[in-house]
């Protein structure tokens, strides 16, 4: 386990937070799936481009993926949200579980498309 990697994450981690407590209190609901909808598609998009092609170091693509990215989307917020729309109103919560589990699918398969799409353009 190197330091620089954990400082990364840490670092990172930080800053992926705030976003996404920032968005939560901009936007409510729609905030924590638009963080978790950007967040499948960043991951994506960051490993099939940016990570396999080694194009920053190892404490920077650490940092990104699993600190900024892992707490910029967390599951557990995506799960408590779920549970206290249900309390609320089920139709919300399946809405919303719908939304964030299709949605993180299909953006998560957006960037890896995308990543490959760049990739392709940038050997030729």
Same mark, same amino acid.
């Given at each position: 386990?190197?330091?620089?990697?954990?400082?990364?994450?840490?670092?990172?981690?930080?800053?992926?937070?705030?976003?996404?407590?920032?968005?939560?209190?901009?936007?409510?609901?729609?905030?924590?799936?638009?963080?978790?909808?950007?967040?499948?598609?960043?991951?994506?998009?960051?490993?099939?481009?940016?990570?396999?092609?080694?194009?920053?170091?190892?404490?920077?693509?650490?940092?990104?993926? *699993?600190? &900024?990215?892992?707490?910029?989307?967390?599951?557990?917020?995506? +799960? !408590?949200?779920?549970?206290? $729309? /249900?309390? @609320?109103?089920?139709?919300?919560?399946? *809405?919303? &579980?719908?939304?964030?589990?299709?949605?993180?699918?299909?953006? +998560? !398969?957006?960037?890896?498309? $995308? /990543?490959? @799409?760049?990739?392709?353009?940038?050997?030729?």
């Amino acid at each position: 386990m190197k330091l620089r990697n954990l400082i990364g994450v840490a670092i990172f981690g930080f800053c992926g937070g705030i976003c996404r407590y920032l968005l939560s209190k901009w936007f409510n609901n729609s905030g924590i799936i638009l963080a978790n909808l950007l967040g499948c598609f960043l991951l994506a998009f960051l490993t099939y481009y940016v990570i396999e092609r080694g194009l920053f170091a190892e404490w920077i693509t650490v940092g990104i993926g *699993t600190g &900024f990215i892992g707490a910029f989307t967390t599951f557990s917020t995506f +799960a !408590s949200t779920t549970a206290k $729309l /249900a309390t @609320q109103q089920f139709s919300s919560a399946i *809405t919303y &579980f719908v939304i964030s589990a299709g949605g993180g699918l299909l953006m +998560a !398969s957006l960037g890896f498309w $995308l /990543a490959r @799409q760049i990739g392709r353009r940038n050997r030729h």
